[in-house]
T-cell receptor
Framework: DTAVSQTPKYLVTQMGNDKSIKCEQN?????MYWYKQDSKKFLKIMFS???????INETVPNRFSPKSPDKAHLNLHINSLELGDSAVYFC??????????????FGPGTRLTVL | GNSVTQMEGPVTLSEEAFLTINCTYT??????LFWYVQYPGEGLQLLLK?????DKGSNKGFEATYRKETTSFHLEKGSVQVSDSAVYFC????????????FGQGTELSVKP
């Protein structure tokens, strides 16, 4: 069974559209994250949720809205897509919020291309 | 603020060569340090970690030692294989900051037969 899964794997869309990426983890973890990887492979955190509560929002534009219906799911909705949103988006999960040493498990990524 | 700096890539080595990828960090507080690996087309996987000074993390022949005095966590492997070709990320996490990982820029390793 896949530990952290994301759908879709690829997403190609036009500027101005609204799209969503879904993430699910079956590890029983309390904390989930979204990271953005740009074209130079640089990874930066966007959001984290703990038990459905938003913990981190790293100055991400309001067009990005994460939603956590339960602690196993963290979806990312993006409004009015822009060219600069093209990137690979990774979902991750970990067991404990404050324990910095805990391993994060990453999904396979969603490659978003905005035309 | 917190940051991680890695050596620039790409790094190209012949099979069985010795590998070092340098990583230094800046942190307010006492970070945990990690190396993640990203194989082509995949997500990141934890390679190894260290949580306190002088700890050595090791896995699959890779190792790194947490050096507080030099704020470094260099990745080493004595004999690389073609299957080690990937992008390697050094990262840190500081206690009580929501568990977020702060990554270096990644170092692409290519191992030739």
């Amino acid at each position: 069974d896949t530990a952290v899964s994301q759908t879709p794997k690829y997403l190609v869309t036009q500027m101005g559209n609204d799209k969503s990426i879904k993430c699910e983890q079956n590890l029983g973890h309390d904390t989930m994250y979204w990271y953005k990887q740009d074209s130079k492979k640089f990874l930066k955190i966007m959001f984290s949720y703990n038990n459905k509560e938003l913990i981190i929002n790293e100055t991400v534009p309001n067009r990005f809205s994460p939603k956590s219906p339960d602690k196993a799911h963290l979806n990312l909705h993006i409004n009015s897509l822009e060219l600069g949103d093209s990137a690979v988006y990774f979902c991750a999960s970990s067991q404990e919020l404050l324990a910095g040493a805990k391993e994060q498990f990453f999904g396979p990524g969603t490659r978003l291309t905005v035309l | 603020g917190n940051s991680v700096t890695q050596m620039e890539g790409p790094v190209t080595l012949s099979e069985e060569a010795f590998l070092t990828i340098n990583c230094t960090y800046t942190a307010t507080g006492y970070p945990s340090l990690f190396w993640y690996v990203q194989y082509p087309g995949e997500g990141l996987q934890l390679l190894l970690k260290a949580t306190k000074a002088d700890d050595k993390g090791s896995n699959k022949g890779f190792e790194a030692t947490y050096r507080k005095e030099t704020t470094s966590f260099h990745l080493e492997k004595g004999s690389v294989q073609v299957s080690d070709s990937a992008v390697y990320f050094c990262a840190l996490a500081v206690y009580n900051q929501g568990g977020k990982l702060i990554f270096g820029q990644g170092t692409e390793l290519s191992v030739k037969p």
